[in-house]
């Protein structure tokens, strides 16, 4: 458990603009393999099928993996909260002012968001107020339990008095907060399972039926006189397996973390597992 957490709080920050840069490029590279694949194989349908494919997994690959990385920094900086303000809340009662309270926080372990609270203290040296420089570090780290927590030790250092007294309670709704959000991801664990469940039984059941019907026939009927040969009903199921492992992932996402970008990672798994199969099976 400890070298899981461990190696969360090495997950380094991605920014806003690394994010963009990278989808930005993802896709103009896939978008470039796609024409290319296009003009040069566009009558042969089953590798302009996987060049296409591959391209999506270009443009999708990067930002899952930074939207991946993303989410575990966020998430190592949220679970850290609590620890802080115990801290807070030790050192006020010894006397500190909330600035030096800070400061202090800022030369122990508290993960990624270590390197914030050094950045707050140092900008704070520098003559920046107080206040501003907690406003910094809350649209530098900008998550949602950040951007809660910020307004309120503002007001708490404006009312001065007992400030200990707001963050003893506000640790404890943070904590409370993780703990309903653990309790969230784990009631939506079984239906992720259903999601991959149901595309693995897809993928059987589309292998099945190409290998023990269609190919024993010459062609597949659709509609009127036009008939499917079995290429064709391979490269369709082809399509759907693509399509069905693409969204199915991103209801994945949005099911288990609520986002749908989280839900990239699950796309591309389905994906290749489906590409896999297909290929050793049809």
């Known amino acids: 458990m400890l070298s899981h957490q461990n190696g969360r709080d090495k997950m380094p920050k991605i920014d806003k603009k690394t994010k963009k840069i990278t989808w930005v490029a993802s896709i103009l590279i896939a978008i470039a393999i796609i024409v290319f694949a296009y003009v040069e194989f566009r009558t042969a349908a089953t590798v302009l099928d996987q060049l296409v494919f591959f391209a999506i997994i270009i443009a999708v690959f990067p930002p899952a993996v930074l939207s991946y990385i993303d989410y575990k920094w966020r998430k190592a900086v949220d679970e850290h909260l609590p620890d802080l303000f ?7 009662e010894t006397g500190m002012t909330l600035p ?7 030369k122990r372990d508290y993960g990624p968001l270590t390197a914030e609270l050094k950045k707050m203290t140092a900008q704070i ?12 570090m809350g649209n530098r780290v900008n998550t ?3 951007q809660r927590t910020v307004p309120m030790i503002i007001e708490a250092s404006r009312s001065g008095g007992r400030i200990e007294k707001v963050f003893d309670p506000m640790g404890k709704f943070i904590q409370t907060t993780l703990l309903l959000d653990k309790e969230r991801r784990t009631q939506t664990r079984p239906y992720i399972a259903i999601i991959y469940v149901a595309f693995f039984v897809f993928l ?10 269609f190919v024993s026939i010459e062609g ?6 036009a008939v499917m040969s079995p290429e064709q009903t391979q490269r369709l199921f082809f399509h759907m397996t693509v ?4 969204f199915g992932g991103l209801v994945a996402g949005k099911m288990g973390d609520g986002t749908v970008s989280a839900g990239l990672k699950h796309s591309l798994i389905l994906m290749l597992s489906g590409y896999i199969a297909l290929e050793l099976f049809l």
């Open 86 to 92: 115990r801290s807070i809340v030790q050192a006020q």
């Open 243 to 246: 399509v069905q492992a693409f």
């Open 204 to 213: 059987f059941t589309i292998i099945l039926l190409f290998k023990s019907f």
């Open 125 to 136: 040296s520098w003559g920046m107020s107080f206040e501003q420089a907690l406003l910094d």
């Open 144 to 146: 949602v339990l950040i």
């Open 100 to 106: 030096k309270a800070l400061e202090e926080a800022s």
């Open 220 to 225: 597949l009927p659709i509609l009127g006189n």
